[in-house]
């Protein structure tokens, strides 16, 4: 059995895995509901482990396989990898920063995003060097319109970051739920329905844990790891020929589901809170629906059926339907669990919407590490002995007065 083949086998043991895995949480969650529920919190805590782990390892092996097949050149592979690598490792780094203070959490966040920003430059000059001739294997590929819908669809994606309400996108807490929503989308992934010859499949409700996170935490973290996932599945499923196609099918499409959470990040809906996730993953599938268009007419127009379909434009958008019914899935699956009560209440209380705002006297407040806020407490503390003191004394002096 060679690589490839073995990557084949392994996707259909990671689909019965991920059922058998659901089947069985869903069994025995109803015995400890029923028979043993003071150990239902501990079977929950023991069920984010077991899916975590299993989707870390999905993802570990299922990576380096691909990256010994030959689909995928090792030039364009690495630097993908590289780069999420920086994002793992940054986000960890964040994490263990902000054990010791605010100041060296944002600066670990900092030094991330440039490292970052460098992977993706670094992966987008090496694609222009290998897809440099993609009009002799391409000739229906239009650059101009590959790289004017590119830039269209990142101007809209800043604008929804704009959009998004100003929160801390380098949270603790957004940064390990984000890590596991990718975790367990990519896992999700693999769990396909159906795929598509060029590019494209039906999954098990893959992007579900992405809208939940974008539904907990706003828009703008959403965009951020939604944007990530999106880089991570050019490693999982590459179909790649030119650095523009790549930012339309994979961080630009996913990175869009971001705004799923929209409605829900701004209260619309407040009360119906499944109206508000239908509602913004219909937003969700039609921006990412649109980007694998353009994608297909001026990237892949030479695959265009023009005996069946009368342009690439209409080929192109039959063919992308099938964002449509990946999507439905997970609405039909996101929607079961925002109807329940007891799911919305512990994703309200686990996220970080329906929260007060913070002011900028609370933001200057966070930014500071624990030595300056001993010594502005020290002054407050040295303040208010100071004012009593001067109360003590007039109150003496003013009855001497009386006296």
């Known amino acids: 059995m ?6 084949d086998l392994l996707k259909f043991v990671v689909l019965y895995l991920a059922i058998g895995i659901v089947a069985a949480f869903i069994a025995v969650g109803l015995l400890v509901w029923f028979f043993k529920r003071e150990k239902f919190n501990d079977l929950k805590k023991y069920g984010v482990g077991i899916v975590v782990g299993f989707a870390m390892t999905v993802l570990v092996v299922m990576a380096y396989i691909k990256s010994q097949c030959e689909e995928m050149q ?17 986000a960890i780094a964040m994490l263990v920063c902000s054990l010791f203070s605010q100041k060296a959490f944002k600066i670990s966040g900092l030094v991330t995003g440039l490292l970052l920003l460098g992977g993706f430059i670094a992966t987008m000059v090496e694609m222009s060097i290998y897809y440099k001739d993609v ?13 004017v819908s590119a830039v269209v669809f990142m101007a809209l994606l800043v604008i929804m970051w704009f959009v998004g309400d100003k929160r801390k996108v380098n949270d603790t807490r957004a940064i390990v739920y984000g890590a596991i929503s990718i975790a367990l989308s990519f896992a999700l992934s693999y769990a396909r329905l159906f795929k598509l010859p060029q590019g494209g499949s039906i999954t098990f409700a893959s992007l579900l844990p992405l809208m939940i996170y974008c539904c907990m935490f706003g828009t703008r973290r959403g965009l951020i790891v939604c944007t990530l996932y999106g880089v991570l599945q050019a490693l999982q499923d590459p179909y790649i020929i030119h650095p523009m196609q790549f930012l339309l099918d994979y961080p630009l499409a996913f990175g869009l589901i971001g705004v799923s959470g929209i409605f829900m990040e701004k209260g619309v809906f407040k009360n119906h809170k499944v109206v508000a996730f239908l509602l913004g993953g219909v937003i969700a599938v039609v921006l990412r629906y649109a980007c694998h268009v353009c994608s297909g007419v001026f990237a892949f127009a030479d695959y265009a059926d023009l005996e069946k379909y009368d342009t690439a434009i209409a080929y192109s958008m039959a063919y992308n339907s099938f964002a449509f019914v990946d999507m439905a899935i997970a609405l039909v699956a996101g929607s079961a669990l925002f109807a329940s009560k007891s799911f919305s209440a512990t994703m309200v209380a686990s996220g970080d919407l329906n929260k007060p705002e913070q002011t900028e006297e609370r933001l200057v407040e966070e930014e500071l590490d624990d030595v300056d806020r001993q010594i502005i407490a020290n002054q407050e503390s040295h ?3 100071q004012a009593s003191d001067n109360d003590a004394q007039d109150k003496s002096a003013d009855e001497q007065d009386k006296q």
């Not at 060679?2 to 990557?7: A, Q, R, S």
């Not at 090792?74 to 940054?90: E, N």
């Open 383 to 385: 303040a208010e002995t």
């Open 74 to 90: 090792p030039m364009l592979f690495y630097p993908i990898l590289a780069t999420l690598i920086v994002a793992v490792v940054g």
């Open 135 to 147: 009009k002799d294997y391409y000739p229906g590929a239009n650059l101009v319109g590959m790289i």
């Open 2 to 7: 060679d690589v490839n083949d073995l990557y």
